[in-house]
């Protein structure tokens, strides 16, 4: 069973900085791109970022500049380093990652909470 579980949501003032981690667990043979994609309330979930397996990135508009996508593969696990947080960064975050396991398909983590306010 393949598993994908985030950590370091939270409060943070504006102007502030989180971490975000994702770590895949599991029967795991490979691990093709991995990203983060957030949902605000009465919003449509977006791409934040993504990584592809060799290091390419790739950024959401609202956030190039201010968030960096990184993973260890060695460890299965992806990052956010998100500075320069603004409210409207406000949301639920999800990691997602393309693994194979028996078949290939694209896992989904819990979601974490990011809230930016003073």
């Known amino acids: 069973q393949v598993q994908l579980v985030e950590s370091g949501g939270g409060l943070v003032q504006p102007g502030g900085s989180l971490t975000l981690s994702c770590a895949a667990s599991g029967r795991i043979f490979g691990i093709g791109a991995m990203g983060w994609h957030r949902q605000a309330p009465g919003k449509q979930r977006e791409l934040v970022a993504a990584v592809t397996s060799g290091g390419g990135t790739n950024y959401g508009d609202s956030v190039k500049g201010r968030f960096t996508i990184s993973r260890d593969n060695a460890k299965n696990t992806v990052y956010l380093q998100m500075n320069s947080l603004k409210p409207e960064d406000t949301a639920v975050y999800y990691c997602?990652?393309?693994?194979?396991?028996?078949?290939?398909?694209?896992?989904w983590g819990q979601g974490t909470q990011v809230t930016v306010s003073s």
């Open positions: 997602n990652a393309d693994i194979v396991s028996g078949g290939r398909r694209n896992y």
